[in-house]
């Protein structure tokens, strides 16, 4: 990957986003503009200017008129990314298994890291795996799932489902035009949603992440 002086950071800029990333890996949420100005010890308005900067070369994202919006989008110049990969944050929406996702920011629940190369082409959000329906194929309690939210998916694919009020993340098969969700764990029982109105995909498990990963 070639970068271009826009991707560049000063010396000020890189701590700021350490700085940044520390509080969210200690804290799981972003820290505000005060927290970052008595950390770094230095004036509100310089780190206001400074995150501007950061969010103009598309290291960070925030939203409007919200506090505690800030989303680190590329990491490869944080300390521990030396190795040349080239990392995202994606939000983490809530928990699957345990009630719905909401897909809104105000929903938030903190960010994770993945490598860049998975989050490309769509959106991409986590959620956090309640249950033990998946063991089989390595999906435990606790671990956070990386969706790319989509309404379709192929035969035999991981997805993540809302059946009625309730969000799970099952393999798809369709078996004599049947259309199941199957558990990854013999302790349960396939699901038939052919019939089900109530039933429809949310996205496809690209990965999912260990929290002693994180």
């Given at each position: 990957?070639v970068?271009?002086?826009?991707?560049?950071?000063t010396k000020?800029?890189?701590?700021?986003?350490?700085?940044?990333h520390?509080f969210m890996?200690?804290?799981?949420?972003?820290?505000?503009t005060?927290?970052l100005?008595?950390s770094?010890?230095?004036?509100?308005?310089?780190?206001?200017e400074?995150?501007?900067?950061?969010?103009?070369?598309?290291?960070i994202?925030r939203?409007?008129?919200?506090?505690?919006?800030?989303e680190?989008?590329?990491?490869?110049y944080?300390?521990?990314?030396?190795?040349g990969?080239i990392?995202?944050?994606?939000?983490?929406?809530g928990?699957?298994a345990?009630?719905?996702?909401i897909?809104?920011?105000?929903?938030?629940?903190?960010?994770i890291?993945?490598?860049e190369?998975?989050?490309?082409?769509?959106?991409?959000?986590?959620?956090?795996?309640r249950g033990?329906?998946?063991?089989n194929?390595g999906?435990n309690d606790g671990?956070?799932v990386?969706?790319?939210?989509q309404p379709?998916?192929?035969?035999?694919?991981?997805i993540?489902?809302?059946?009625?009020?309730e969000a799970t993340v099952?393999?798809?098969k369709?078996?004599?035009?049947?259309?199941?969700l199957?558990?990854e764990?013999?302790?349960?029982r396939?699901?038939?949603v052919?019939?089900?109105e109530d039933?429809?995909?949310?996205g496809?498990?690209?990965?999912?992440?260990?929290?002693?990963?994180?």
């Amino acid at each position: 990957m070639v970068r271009t002086s826009s991707e560049k950071l000063t010396k000020s800029q890189r701590r700021l986003l350490e700085t940044i990333h520390e509080f969210m890996t200690r804290n799981g949420f972003p820290p505000s503009t005060r927290e970052l100005a008595a950390s770094l010890e230095i004036k509100a308005p310089s780190v206001h200017e400074q995150l501007k900067k950061l969010e103009s070369k598309g290291f960070i994202r925030r939203s409007p008129y919200k506090a505690r919006s800030i989303e680190i989008l590329k990491t490869e110049y944080l300390s521990g990314s030396s190795d040349g990969s080239i990392t995202t944050s994606i939000p983490v929406l809530g928990e699957i298994a345990a009630g719905i996702p909401i897909f809104a920011e105000e929903n938030h629940q903190g960010t994770i890291t993945i490598d860049e190369e998975l989050s490309s082409g769509g959106r991409h959000f986590a959620l956090h795996v309640r249950g033990d329906s998946m063991v089989n194929c390595g999906i435990n309690d606790g671990d956070f799932v990386v969706i790319r939210q989509q309404p379709v998916a192929e035969p035999g694919e991981i997805i993540a489902a809302l059946i009625g009020d309730e969000a799970t993340v099952k393999r798809l098969k369709i078996i004599n035009e049947k259309v199941f969700l199957i558990p990854e764990n013999k302790k349960y029982r396939p699901i038939d949603v052919t019939y089900r109105e109530d039933f429809r995909i949310i996205g496809k498990v690209i990965t999912w992440v260990k929290p002693q990963d994180l």
